[in-house]
């Protein structure tokens, strides 16, 4: 057991959360939650006095950090903020819609969803055979 090697941190990657208070705080207290140097957080709390414009920084932020791997976003948050959501298109950091207390989950809204439904749909599958 003495022999076991350490995860190494500087490859290690974060999860981003853009969500409300609830929803935040449960993450946290499972160690998602992280602080640089710079004192900037991993994370950004929705509430009533949020901006769809603070949103949108947060998203473009974390979106752009390269110690992001996944960004997980309150789904009725993602619907404010939708235009931005559907037109990312890398890989990495992943871009995960989830619910919250507050607002069950639509899968209807998903932008991920409809991404995989588009692609094994019969007009995708039969475009590709032509």
Known sequence: MANRGQIP???SALIAMIADEDTITGFLLAGVGNVDLRRKTNYLIVDA???VKQIEDAFKE???REDIAIVLVSQY???MIRFLVDSYN???P???EIPSKDHPYDPAHDSVLS???YLFSSDSVASERR
């Open 62 to 64: 974390f979106t752009a």
């Open 115 to 117: 991404r995989v439904k």
């Open 9 to 11: 941190t500087n490859n």
């Open 94 to 96: 992943a871009i995960l």
């Open 90 to 92: 890398k890989p990495i």
């Open 77 to 79: 948050v993602a619907n």
């Open 49 to 51: 006095k949020t901006t």
